[in-house]
């Protein structure tokens, strides 16, 4: 039923998501820019059709963004503690 159909649009979400990345990292490796259009519309314009009026709860990207932010201080501190650590 309606589960069925949500974790359908959920697979087919990912797999285009998977898409945009792979074009990416061709992008990237390949300095091959003309391919971002195709890049955007896998990674953006497909996903949000697929599940457009299915978040069940609103994304609270300011939060998101300072635990991003708090994990990559964390891991440059890490980062510079094991080069110290290596120096010994």
Wanted: net charge positive; proline share 3%.
């Amino acid at each position: 039923g309606d589960k069925i159909k949500h974790l359908t649009l959920l697979s087919e979400t990912a797999d285009s998501i998977c898409i945009g990345d792979i074009i990416d990292k061709q992008i990237r490796n390949g300095n091959n820019w003309s391919l971002l259009p195709t890049q955007a519309i896998f990674a953006s314009v497909v996903p949000g059709e697929l599940m457009k009026g299915h978040l069940r709860q609103m994304i609270n990207f300011p939060a998101w963004l300072g635990k991003n932010s708090n994990r990559n201080h964390m891991d440059r501190v890490l980062q510079e503690l094991h080069v110290h650590m290596r120096m010994r």
